[in-house]
């Protein structure tokens, strides 16, 4: 798929394809990940369709803002406030499958110290 077809998160956020939606606003949603890797896994997904986070630019930065400050806020209600981890895939090379930026709220597993 080229980086300006229309991905399946688009599809998700105009209702085109169900989705199992916890949070959403103006600029956002978060919905539940199809296939978890933990636990609670979640997708916070601005509804700009930036392709990567290298794609965003200076006009970005308060909804970046957002979409950070919106992780922490699901996460404490979802009840994982003190222990998730964010994960931004960034291309192809980094796992990157959907090329609508995406951050990765996992929680509810045991982490290795490590990233990776
Ligand atoms: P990426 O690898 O691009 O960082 O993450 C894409 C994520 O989207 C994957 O974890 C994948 O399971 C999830 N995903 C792909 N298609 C769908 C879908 O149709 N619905 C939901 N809820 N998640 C999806």
């Known amino acids: 798929m080229s980086m300006t077809e229309e991905t399946i998160f688009t599809k998700i956020i105009n209702g085109d394809i169900p989705s199992d939606k916890v949070y959403e606003d ?3 949603i978060c ?3 199809i296939t978890p890797q933990a636990p609670t896994h979640l997708l916070v997904i601005p509804r700009k ?4 986070l290298v794609d965003a630019s200076d006009e970005d930065k308060a909804l970046l803002g957002h979409l ?4 922490g806020d699901i996460a404490r209600e979802a ?3 003190d222990g998730f981890r964010v994960i ?3 291309g192809a090379n980094a796992g ?3 090329f609508h930026l995406h ?3 996992l929680a509810g597993k045991t982490f290795s110290e490590g990233m990776v």
């Open 68 to 71: 950070m400050l919106k992780v």
């Open 31 to 33: 919905i539940r990940d």
């Open 79 to 81: 009840g994982v406030g």
């Open 103 to 105: 951050l990765h709220i």
């Open 96 to 98: 990157q499958t959907v």
């Open 49 to 52: 369709p930036i392709p990567r």
């Open 26 to 28: 103006d600029e956002c």
């Open 88 to 90: 931004i895939n960034n």
